[in-house]
């Protein structure tokens, strides 16, 4: 990545309220911060979220998106998809569920507060982003596919599966 980018990846126990809504409000109290957030469920580990982000930067960079912005390109390679109903469907933040914030900038300072005001207002809980078997075996199921590889090779076919997402 030829610029440099300050990351945050957060989870947060439980979400309550309507998504959408939630989103929309965090994104116009920092418009300098980028933020998806998505189903902690999804999330197979704090790497996933940052792998899948690292190649939502590096598709942005390229001028090669499938999406229009940078946090919907996170979602769609969290997801495995170059659907964005879909991404929606299969990550998309859920109401009263675990999630997850991807926030990234080139502001430093930016990324801070938004950090800031995150913990201020959620309860965060990184250990809802951590990988297990139950979240395996859901990811398995919606990529339709079972793998021959040992949970800590998981990881790497997740983020094969999100990179040769091309635009169509």
Not at 114 to 131: M, N, R, T, W, Y
Not at 148 to 164: H, N, P, S, W
Request: glycine share 6%; aromatic share 6%.
């Amino acid at each position: 990545m030829a610029d440099r980018w300050s990351v945050l990846v957060a989870g947060v126990k439980k979400l309550e309220g309507d998504p959408g809504k939630l989103i929309d409000r965090i994104r116009a109290a920092h418009p300098k911060v980028m933020v998806q957030a998505a189903d902690a469920k999804i999330v197979y580990g704090r790497e996933h979220a940052i792998g899948a982000l690292y190649i939502a930067i590096e598709a942005l960079e390229r001028k090669v998106m499938m999406a229009n912005k940078p946090e919907t390109e996170v979602l769609l390679r969290l997801a495995c998809t170059d659907q964005i109903s879909e991404a929606l469907k299969r990550a998309g933040l859920k109401k009263s569920h675990p999630g997850c914030f991807i926030a990234f900038s080139k502001d430093a300072h930016a990324i801070k507060k938004f950090g800031e005001q995150i913990a201020k207002e959620f309860e965060l809980d990184d250990s809802v982003l951590s990988p297990d078997k139950a979240k395996k075996a859901r990811l398995e199921k919606m990529l339709g596919a079972r793998p021959k590889v040992d949970d800590g090779q998981f990881f790497d076919f997740l983020l094969e599966r999100a990179a040769i997402l091309v635009k169509g």
